[in-house]
């Protein structure tokens, strides 16, 4: 076959995998999950014109929101549209791979196997837009545009790095360093295929490189300053978490994968080989963002790299080749049990046409769910019956007691973040997109979230300790709200979303109460 032939095939293989994970992406049941109810709020603040950091606040970049807010401004703020948001993501993620894939020495077959894994292993997993996928999507095309080495790419890499550290601080980390190892790397040696092999005996750096350097880190920066002019400078410091006294930290630690990335790093330079040194690289990423993020199983990027460092040990010779499979290959597959398990769960669902719970494993769900068809904001996700019911009988109190001239003013401490969209009202400003505190709520925002209570601001109140238990500071709240007259606790929903999940026992933090003023 001839190149343009072989590009053609890789092309359509391409392809059918990207409409194989969106047809997938239809047949899930996903159940409503507390995690992606931020995703879902601070995407619908900004489809009303609120600015982040200014208007509400967030411990990290506004970025993992503008996909979603595109979506809402033109299909509503739903949770169907926040589901389809997903889908360009999905298909960046493996379209950035391929082309990273293709800037290395590899067979065709190699690549489209490479992508079929990352395809099946990680990006089938992603139901919902999430911080790590969108920064994971901008830390890839970061790297990508770095290893083309033309003062356009750079620019484009520079900018996109920024982004990434505006999207998730640990995930733009990744990309600064990774970017710039490539520009090193093309800077002072000769083929993409190795990582030595100076261009002359002096290891005399190319001409371009400090130019490179100064583009891309000037990108880089500018990206990041002009993001803060627009939500203030005071707004962006106060709530950015970059290790003030007052937030919690969460900081990397040695992990297995990271140790294992290290050691394949130290093989790649052994060897020589660029291939392994790229996958290397990938696999410290995964362990380091693994070490300080949420959500598990949108750290398993690495096993988009698990084909070629396979390859590529077996290529050695015989004398090392079944050492380095002891040594590398038999760990990547014990770690890639836990995603073959997610690929199973996801599969069996559809099979059985059961709710997909946010680990996968419909068996994890202890109370039946439905999909509310009388509902606008949480239409096609699944809710426990008793949190239905109740979102029924909200939306009947604030069409009867208010009108449109006179708006019922809402205020929502819970997981339910689309009640604001299902009540057409707005959510207030000046205050945290989600209530962790330490997190995101600080002494400050307590004191103005009490002040509110005892000044009655608010005609309906859904206040949740979703995050953290125990919650002094919830307790606190809920005595404000017991002890004062103008409020009654209208009901408490005990069989919540993140209840019926599972996820509490014996009630903890899931129950959500709701205060209704007299």
């Excluded at 899930?28 to 709020?41: A, G, H, N, T, V």
Aim: charge should be positive; hydrophobic fraction near 50%; charged fraction near 15%.
């Amino acid at each position: 076959m001839t190149n343009r032939n072989l590009l053609l095939f890789e092309t359509i293989f391409v392809l059918l995998i990207l409409a194989s994970i969106l047809i997938i992406h239809q047949l899930r049941l996903p159940i409503f999950f507390r995690d992606y109810s931020i995703i879902f709020e601070g995407a619908h603040r900004m489809s009303l014109g609120q600015i982040p950091m200014k208007d509400f606040g967030i411990p990290v970049g506004p970025i993992g929101f503008i996909v979603p807010t595109l979506f809402f401004e033109y299909f509503g703020p739903t949770w169907d549209a926040l589901l389809l948001s997903q889908l360009p993501q999905s298909t960046g993620l493996i379209i950035s791979k391929w082309l990273i894939l293709r800037r290395l020495q590899l067979t065709m077959s190699l690549r489209c196997i490479s992508v079929f894994l990352y395809a099946l292993f990680y990006v089938l997993a992603l139901s919902h837009p999430w911080y790590n996928i969108t920064a994971l999507l901008l830390l890839q095309l970061a790297f990508y545009f770095s290893m083309i080495q033309r003062n356009y790419s750079v620019m484009l890499a520079g900018i996109f790095a920024g982004l990434t550290v505006l999207t998730k601080q640990d995930f733009g980390a990744v990309a600064i360093i990774l970017s710039s190892l490539m520009l090193l790397k093309f800077g002072f040696f000769d083929s993409k295929a190795v990582i030595c092999g100076p261009k002359d005996l002096g290891l005399k750096p190319s001409k371009g490189l400090v130019a490179r350097f100064l583009l891309f880190y000037s990108l880089l920066v500018l990206t990041i300053c002009l993001f803060i002019a627009y939500s203030g400078y005071e707004n962006f410091f106060y709530w950015f978490n970059y290790g003030q006294d007052y937030q919690v930290h969460r900081f990397p630690k040695v992990t297995k994968l990271i140790i294992f990335g290290f050691a394949l790093l130290a093989v790649s330079i052994w060897k020589n080989n660029f291939s392994i040194f790229v996958s290397a690289l990938f696999f410290l990423s995964s362990g380091l963002t693994s070490a300080t993020s949420g959500i598990g199983f949108t750290h398993n990027y690495w096993i988009g790299f698990f084909a070629i460092v396979t390859s590529e040990l077996w290529k050695m010779d015989s004398k090392v080749r079944m050492l380095m499979v002891i040594i590398f290959v038999l760990p990547m597959l014990y770690k890639m049990q836990a995603a073959s398990k997610n690929v199973f769960f996801i599969s069996e669902g559809i099979y059985l046409n059961e709710f997909e719970h946010y680990d996968f494993n419909y068996r994890k769900i202890i109370t039946e769910f439905e999909q509310p068809e009388s509902l606008y904001a949480f239409n096609t996700i699944g809710l426990p019956r008793e949190t239905i019911k109740t979102i029924e009988e909200l939306k009947l109190y604030a069409q009867e007691k208010f009108t449109e001239d006179d708006k019922i003013k809402v205020f929502n401490m819970s997981e339910l973040t689309p009640i604001y969209s299902e009540l057409g009202v707005k959510p207030p400003i000046g205050l945290p997109l989600w209530f962790h505190s330490k997190v995101i709520m600080f002494d400050k925002e307590v004191d103005k979230i009490s002040m509110l209570f005892r000044s009655n601001f608010f005609d309906l109140i859904l206040i949740q300790s979703t995050h953290e238990n125990p919650a002094l500071v919830y307790e606190d709240l809920f005595n404000i709200l017991d002890n004062n007259p103008t409020y009654f606790l209208f009901k408490s929903i005990i069989a919540s979303p993140i209840n019926a999940a599972g996820k509490c026992e014996n009630r903890c933090e899931g129950e959500i109460r709701i205060y209704k003023k007299r």
